[in-house]
């Protein structure tokens, strides 16, 4: 394959990423060096270099590359401008969608810093005891700048040590609390370099109030007035109109917020004030665009969703599988108040771009596109455009076999209105089967035409889909278009699909592309 087309390949799902990336990393150790050597060579400071070697050197280098990560570390949760900013030209060069992986990574590299900042200064006061009659512990924890690091460290200790996988899947809440321990770590910061500390050889000795403060007061009044946003957004009337039970201790619940307009593949936060005050959870939104409601489906895993499920008066059991919302006086005493935040945009908001598409849910992780098949209907049905859009392959993996029942009667409708020739579905289960299970779906496949396992005319698939045999036939099929491959479910299938849409896409003149999208909320 010639160099160029292995870089416009390159360039499909990883180069302007990737560059983005890269450049913010060449950022940071520019500024790093940068500070260092005009510590050290300038001048200016030989007097405490002298005394402490390169401690303060190295301290202050830090310090520089954390002025400018403490920057950028609130712009990728400001929610409402991403939103916006996905629609603008600067999608193709920024990952947007990426936004909380580099939120992360910003937050990664704040915590090495620290680290490195810290214990430089550490064997700063050691030597400062040395040669001057203060103690290092005094100058570690009581002094100003001390202090004041002490407090931005047990902040950033909680926040990091809270933000890590495992907390965060089974204590989402701790998670949530330690993480606006940020407030803390910021006001920890702002007087932390204003102390004078590190004196240069003639005046002026130090920044007047340290520099911190202008680094960060563009990305503090941005996220300031997002959150005044959301609040606003957030106490518009808000209404539960109907709640629906699904097997899989799954709740559907559907809401009226007039204020609220949405795209297909989109997600909201929501919050419960008698659970808790300040928790929000996002959920992708299962409504279309053409509905007058909004709907999200909630699996019933953790704290949260299963104390609002008990408040909404659910009982999992065969009985009462769809329970409408109570109206007037009755209604209001018998639902919580419920807030809505967003919608916000997703990467899911792009399949009207491509030609054709690929979209894999992977048990609950179906529902944004449930939100895309519901609208590709509507749109069909009503003579609308849908762009570019010409073939839609739909596939679904699941384990539990009663997670097909969740959106059964959108697919069925598909099938019936003879949309299965727009909208391909394949249903894969990759649960295990009882002896008795399997003598059913022996005996009843078929049936009516129909599956003996979802009742859809679509065969089920058991076992895992061969993922090269899929994608291959699509390249196969598809010559010369591009393909976009919509997905949301967990990390190990995201980065085999992600794998093979780099394997099988061809950038060269007449190949065919496979770009790819995955969830990230």
């Not at 539990?400 to 727009?422: G, R, S």
């Amino acid at each position: 394959m010639p160099p160029s087309v292995v870089i416009r390949n390159w360039f499909v799902n990883e180069g302007w990423r990737r560059l983005f990336f890269i450049a913010w990393v060449i950022t940071q150790l520019a500024l790093f060096t940068v500070t260092l050597v005009d510590y050290i060579i300038s001048g200016k400071f030989t007097i405490i270099n002298t005394y402490v070697g390169y401690g303060v050197s190295v301290a202050k280098a830090c310090a520089a590359a954390l002025n400018f990560d403490c920057a950028l570390i609130l712009l990728p949760v400001c929610r409402t401008i991403i939103s916006k900013l996905r629609w603008t030209p600067l999608i193709k060069f920024i990952p947007f969608d990426k936004n909380i992986t580099f939120h992360k990574h910003v937050g990664y590299f704040i915590v090495i810093f620290s680290w490195i900042h810290i214990a430089a200064h550490f064997l700063n006061y050691r030597y400062i005891e040395d040669i001057t009659a203060a103690r290092a512990e005094v100058l570690a924890f009581l002094s100003g700048p001390g202090l004041t690091g002490q407090i931005a460290t047990i902040a950033l200790f909680l926040m990091a040590t809270s933000a890590a996988e495992p907390v965060r899947k089974k204590n989402f809440e701790i998670f949530w609390y330690c993480h606006h321990l940020f407030i803390v770590f910021f006001g920890g910061l702002l007087p932390h370099g204003a102390f004078c500390f590190v004196k240069a050889d003639a005046p002026p000795y130090c920044t007047s109030g340290g520099s911190f403060w202008k680094w960060v007061v563009g990305g503090l009044a941005l996220y300031t007035i997002e959150r005044l946003l959301r609040e606003f957004r957030a106490k518009l009337p808000t209404r539960i109109t109907k709640i629906i039970m699904h097997p899989g201790k799954v709740v559907e619940v559907q809401i009226e917020k007039s204020s609220a307009t949405m795209r297909s593949g989109q997600y909201i936060f929501v919050n419960c004030p008698e659970i808790s005050l300040w928790q929000w959870h996002p959920f992708t939104l299962t409504s279309a665009p053409e509905e007058n409601f909004l709907s999200v489906h909630i699996r019933v895993t953790g704290d949260w969703t299963t104390a609002f499920s008990k408040r909404l008066g659910i009982q999992f059991s065969k009985q009462n599988q769809d329970v409408k919302a109570h109206m007037g006086d009755a209604g209001a005493r018998f639902l919580p108040t419920f807030l809505v935040d967003g919608p916000y945009g997703a990467s899911s908001e792009d399949y009207l771009k491509f030609k054709t598409i690929l979209i894999v849910g992977a048990g609950i992780g179906v529902t944004p596109f449930a939100s895309i098949i519901k609208s590709i209907w509507y749109s069909k049905t009503m003579n609308h455009p849908l762009g570019k859009l010409g073939k839609v392959y739909f596939l679904w993996t699941v384990r539990d076999k009663e997670a097909f029942a969740w959106f059964q009667d959108l697919l069925a409708t598909v099938e019936q209105d003879k949309m299965d020739t727009f909208i391909e579905i394949y249903s894969y289960y990759t649960g295990s089967l009882k002896r008795d299970e399997i003598d059913n779906v022996v005996l009843n496949d078929g049936v009516n035409a129909k599956d003996a396992m979802t009742g859809l005319k679509a065969p089920t698939y058991y076992g895992r889909p061969v993922w090269p045999e899929v994608f291959g036939a699509l390249k196969q099929h598809h010559r010369s278009d591009d393909i976009g491959v919509f997905f949301c479910g967990p990390k190990a299938l995201s980065n085999v699909l992600h794998a093979n849409c780099n394997k099988f896409t061809d950038a060269s003149e007449g190949g065919t592309r496979f770009f790819y999208h995955k969830e990230n909320f």
